[in-house]
């Protein structure tokens, strides 16, 4: 069991706007998993993989490869708040779910 979380490499953030739009992409996924997935996530250390991708059409690529698996997915939008305009999709999550299962979608990407 793992989480992967998709981060773009094409706009400008910073280290903390990059930590809290995973952390967005993470509770947003896990969200949409499964409560026996949630759980079976939890007790076994809820493992995460941090990944990039160079630019907006590959994420999407990947939101619908992984909505194709019936992976839970969740695809992040700024606020506009701070750093990027309003609406910016800034990165994608993706499970918890069986390592092969993301596997399939992700095995391209290199780590963050």
Request: hydrophobic share 40%; charged share 25%.
């Amino acid at each position: 069991m793992k989480q992967a979380i998709i981060i773009r490499k094409d706009i400008k953030m910073g280290k903390g706007k990059i930590a809290a739009q995973a952390s967005h992409a993470s509770i947003g996924a896990y969200k949409k998993a499964s409560y026996l997935t949630k759980k079976q996530w939890e007790l076994t250390g809820q493992k995460k993989i941090v990944l990039k991708t160079d630019n907006m059409q590959t994420l999407i690529e990947l939101f619908t490869n992984a909505k194709k698996q019936k992976l839970p997915v969740a695809l992040i939008k700024d606020a506009g708040k701070t750093q990027i305009p309003e609406g910016t999709v800034t990165c994608l999550g993706i499970g918890p779910a069986d390592d092969n299962k993301i596997d399939l979608v992700t095995k391209h990407l290199k780590l963050y």
